[in-house]
């Protein structure tokens, strides 16, 4: 078993709750849910939940300090938000906010529309986008999504890169 799911989870000025195998924190900043796995049980005894396997099998093991992690990441994320930062590089490529959707013209014949997760918030300035929500996985996953829409080339570093990524450049082609 996890050595993270060993170490009850402590609640700040979070309100955990289990019914019917799904798993509800509330905080300040928002509410997040997430349905719990039948081989892990979720408890929260006087201010701290703990997460323990429902039999002795590998899989249920395993989960275990998956769902912890996600515990803490869900206990965390409604106290603090979670916020990632994207930079876009080249010239003549811009990015922005419109509506629910981020519209980015990175070189291609037509601009490349995604649209934003609901649980989360997207600001653009000087093409620097801001992603801010409770939910780890989907301020990941979001984050993701566009920097895969150009990642950065490694001749000129064009592209959507995290903010502090370092890109390994390549020498080009040498004049003879």
């Excluded at 078993?1 to 000025?13: D, E, F, T």
């Excluded at 509800?24 to 928002?30: A, D, L, R, S």
């Excluded at 979720?42 to 275990?64: F, M, N, Q």
């Amino acid at each position: 078993m996890s050595r993270l799911a060993k170490k009850p989870i402590s609640l700040g000025k979070t309100d955990v709750s289990v019914s019917s195998g799904v798993l509800t924190v509330k905080g300040p900043k928002g509410t997040i849910t997430k349905r719990v796995h039948p081989a892990v049980e979720i408890a929260i005894e006087g201010g701290a939940v703990s997460v323990t396997p429902k039999d002795r099998s590998r899989l249920a093991k395993a989960l275990t300090g998956t769902f912890a992690s996600h515990v803490k990441n869900m206990v965390k994320g409604v106290e603090t938000p979670y916020v990632k930062k994207l930079v876009l590089d080249g010239v003549g490529y811009k990015m922005e906010v419109k509506g629910k959707d981020v519209v980015l013209a990175v070189g291609f014949s037509h601009p490349v529309s995604l649209s934003i997760p609901e649980d989360m918030t997207a600001k653009v300035e000087k093409n620097v986008m801001t992603l801010e929500s409770a939910n780890k996985e989907s301020v990941g996953q979001f984050a993701a999504n566009v920097r895969r829409v150009k990642p950065p080339e490694p001749y000129l570093g064009k592209g959507v890169r995290y903010e502090g990524e370092i890109i390994r450049r390549k020498q080009g082609k040498k004049a003879v």
